[in-house]
């Protein structure tokens, strides 16, 4: 099994850098899965809605937190409905 570990994604830019390489790096290299920290994704610090879709949609199969992930209270309902979310979710 072949895994890419993505670590902190910081704000738009790193998330379209996400979204620009990772794709080509997942059929390039035969990556199986994708990990990355999401937990400053929203405008460099916390992670919300958009930024964990935008993320989920770039291929990444697995969104890792930190204390940050807690600054933007949307977050919350999409966790709990997403318990065990994929990039379908």
Known sequence: ?????????????????????VPVLVKKESIDLVVANAENAAGG?????KS????????????????????KKEIYSFLDEHEKADSTG
């Open 1 to 21: 099994m072949r895994v890419l570990i993505l670590g902190d994604v910081v704000g738009r830019p790193a998330r379209r850098a996400v979204r620009d390489l």
């Open 45 to 49: 610090i916390g992670v919300d809605i």
């Open 52 to 71: 964990a879709k935008d993320l989920l949609s770039a291929g990444v199969h697995v969104l890792t937190s930190g204390n940050h992930i807690w600054k």
